[in-house]
């Protein structure tokens, strides 16, 4: 079945205690994205990336890192996370390298900073 | 002003009824618009997307562009019950490769 899919599901974590959210997708997508959506704010995205080794900020990217060293895995990372990254997090693959087209999301990875 | 902009709504229209989602951006280098439907809890999904001026029709769905404008919008025919859900529009500049959504409009769908 083709799809997106993150780990975990449900986090809670303390202030300053590093954390990675994965991200796989098992359709040979280009294109790999990170959106953050909080009430009011709608879907904000983090960091996006064109290909393996390519990646670029988005409108978001502040205390988050990314890396793409396979084709398939988009992993997230905060190496300090603060209250203010308490979101819901998805993580979504595109064919096109260019992000103009259909986005497939993942579930999402409910995040809680304490 | 942002750069995608959506009535938060939400929007109630009766069952059978045409439900209209407006969605204006602000950067006229925009080249390609999509909306997605995300249901309470649940990641979002492409109903449509459209490149050009006009209209472009899928089943009960169309939507409409008008770049002059920096509009475009969602048309919604004989709604559903199972249509209620939040509606996001989302705009990529094309070349820039970064895609921008919309706060999205709650559509309710009253039996």
């Known amino acids: 079945e083709a799809q997106v899919t993150q780990n975990p599901r449900y986090l809670i974590t303390v202030t300053g205690k590093k954390l990675t959210v994965t991200c796989s997708q098992n359709?040979?997508?280009?294109?790999m994205s990170w959106y953050r959506q909080d009430p009011g704010l709608g879907l904000r995205q983090i960091y996006y990336?064109?290909?393996?080794?390519?990646?670029d900020k988005g409108d978001v990217p502040e205390g988050y890192k990314v890396s793409r060293k396979e084709k398939r895995n988009f992993p997230l990372i905060l190496e300090s996370p603060s209250p203010n990254q308490t979101s819901l997090y998805f993580c979504?693959?595109?064919?096109?390298?260019?992000?103009?087209?259909?986005?497939?999301f993942g579930p999402g990875t409910r995040l809680t900073v304490l | 002003q942002k750069e995608v902009e959506q009535n938060s709504g939400p929007l109630s229209v009766p069952e059978g009824a045409i439900a209209s989602l407006n969605c204006t951006y602000s950067?006229?280098?925009?080249?390609?618009f999509f909306w997605y439907r995300q249901y309470s809890g649940k990641s979002p999904e492409l109903i449509m997307s459209?490149?050009?001026?006009g209209d472009k029709e899928d089943g009960r769905f169309t939507a409409q562009l008008n770049k002059a404008s920096q509009y475009v919008s969602l048309l919604i025919r004989d709604s559903q019950p199972s249509d209620s859900a939040t509606y996001l529009c989302?705009?990529?500049?094309?070349?820039?490769?970064?895609?921008?959504f919309g706060t999205g409009t709650k559509l309710q769908v009253i039996p």
């Open positions: 979504a693959s595109s064919l096109s390298t260019s992000g103009d087209n259909e986005q497939f």
């Open positions: 359709m040979n997508h280009e294109y």
């Open positions: 990336s064109m290909n393996v080794e390519v990646t």
């Open positions: 950067d006229r280098v925009s080249q390609s």
């Open positions: 459209i490149y050009s001026n």
């Open positions: 989302a705009v990529n500049k094309g070349g820039y490769q970064k895609v921008t």
